[in-house]
Nanobody, 116 residues
Framework: QVQLVESGGGLVQAGGSLRLSCAAS????????MGWYRQGPGKSRELVAI???????NYAESVKGRFTISRDNAKNTVYLQMNSLKPEDTAVYYC??????????WGQGTQVTVSS
């Protein structure tokens, strides 16, 4: 089994910054990609950012230029630096790991609340 532990969520004012971390542990044989998704109130879960094992990244249009995803392969950890936060960024943020067999694992989620 693979475990994903997220940290770094919280309450911040609009324009502020937060950094999310997600550490993966367990039976990790290979990683295809790691990423962050979010689910706002009354909304479906959506992709925020993803980083492939080769280092390429992809972002949702709504966060481009404000969020940066990075990873430490030695620690099996992925980060999401969120700057210039907006109230519409309020959501539960979920870490995702897709292994080499294209199996998805999810973290428990961390709440990010941006006040106006």
């Amino acid at each position: 089994q693979v475990q994903l532990v997220e940290s770094g969520g919280g309450l911040v004012q609009a324009g502020g910054s937060l950094r999310l971390s997600c550490a993966a542990s367990g039976r990790i044989f290979s990683i295809n990609a790691m990423g962050w998704y979010r689910q706002g109130p009354g909304k479906s879960r959506e992709l925020v950012a993803i980083i492939a094992s080769v280092g390429s990244t992809n972002y949702a249009e709504s966060v481009k230029g404000r969020f940066t995803i990075s990873r430490d392969n030695a620690k099996n950890t992925v980060y999401l630096q969120m700057n210039s936060l907006k109230p519409e960024d309020t959501a539960v943020y979920y870490c995702n790991l897709r292994n080499g067999a294209w199996i998805d694992y999810w973290g428990q989620g961390t709440q990010v609340t941006v006040s106006s």
